[in-house]
């Protein structure tokens, strides 16, 4: 192979392709377009005089060539970007952007302080969000494409470091004028409501169900909906009722016109963790959002 000839990027195409094993998975983590990414991969098919990528069925498969190429591409990669690693880190003068995934309550609840410290501190910065995809996607490869995680989600996962973000507690949220607004915190009354349940990507349950099927109760879900903002917009407008986050019921019961109010049975603390890339452990940018993130965190 003519290593002149060979755009890095390539590279780069060719490490999202083998990570997530679908073009159009690829262009989402690359932030390109599926035609784009279609044409690197026909491109590094020439340069490798392999086909990388076969479909079996309904999927797309590694090929044994492509399996072999994972590691050492990533060591590789991940040898390169260190060259170009700044000595340090000036939020004033920087243009570097960063890939957070965090669930939607989160956003809602940090984001707006985040980004007003961000627009003094760091005005050329760019923060790119994407939603919470769920515990399988917390692997050492997906953890070089992002600079910091903000999940509910305790485990441990190898290529990531930990810390506790922010505790918060869940009740009930219902519209103003809700008819059994005043009588939820009785659990026959708590029982026969119509919920609506959050069940996030890569997820089985609300979050708050096991906990609930550990004490025996079996609360009516009408509706399940992928975030908490949709649960609380579908409340405001229905009859529905929504165990969610305290805080966020607090902080959208002003523009919604929400009420809480307290569950007939308390499931304990919520805590929110911050995951920061092991790699990332000791690079002066992401270690400043992540201080800025955490501030902002323990100051909810």
């Known amino acids: 192979m003519n290593l002149a000839g060979l755009d890095l990027n390539l590279l780069v195409a060719l490490d999202a392709l083998l990570a997530e094993a679908s073009v159009g998975r690829a262009a989402l983590r690359l932030n390109l377009s599926q035609p784009a990414v279609s044409h690197a991969l026909r491109r590094l ?10 479909r079996i069925g309904p999927r797309m498969e590694l090929t044994p060539r492509a399996l ?10 991940d040898q390169v970007r260190g060259l170009f690693v700044a000595e340090g880190f000036d939020p004033a003068t920087s243009t570097r952007g960063f890939r957070l995934m965090m669930p939607d309550l989160v956003v809602d609840l940090m984001m707006p302080t985040v980004l007003q410290q961000v627009a003094v501190a760091a005005p050329g910065v760019r923060l790119d969000v994407i939603p919470w995809r769920g515990p399988a996607v917390m692997t050492p490869d997906f953890a070089r494409t992002v600079d910091l995680v903000v999940a509910w989600t305790g485990e441990a996962y190898p290529g990531f470091h930990r810390q506790s973000l922010y505790t918060d507690r869940d009740a ?3 519209r103003r004028g809700h008819p059994d607004a005043g009588r939820l915190s009785d659990l026959a009354v708590f029982n026969a409501a119509r919920h609506v349940a959050v069940v996030g990507a890569g997820e089985r349950d609300d979050a708050i169900e096991p906990f609930l099927r550990q004490a025996g109760i079996e609360r ?5 909906v992928p975030s ?3 649960a609380l917009r579908m409340t405001a407008r229905t009859d529905l009722v929504a165990f969610v986050p305290r805080r966020l019921i607090v902080a959208l019961a002003g523009p919604l016109d929400l009420v809480t109010v307290e569950p007939p049975i308390d499931p304990g603390e919520d805590r929110q963790y911050l995951f920061h890339p092991v790699l990332a452990q ?5 270690a400043w959002l992540r201080e800025l993130v955490l501030k902002v965190g323990r100051g909810l």
Not at 220 to 224: H, N, Q
């Open 228 to 230: 908490y903002l949709q």
């Open 282 to 286: 000791f690079d002066p940018g992401a």
């Open 68 to 77: 072999a190429l994972r590691a050492p591409l990533a060591q590789a990669l």
């Open 220 to 224: 009516r879900i009408a509706l399940a």
């Open 45 to 54: 098919r020439e340069a490798t005089g392999d086909p990388l990528l076969v």
């Open 172 to 174: 009930l949220a219902v």
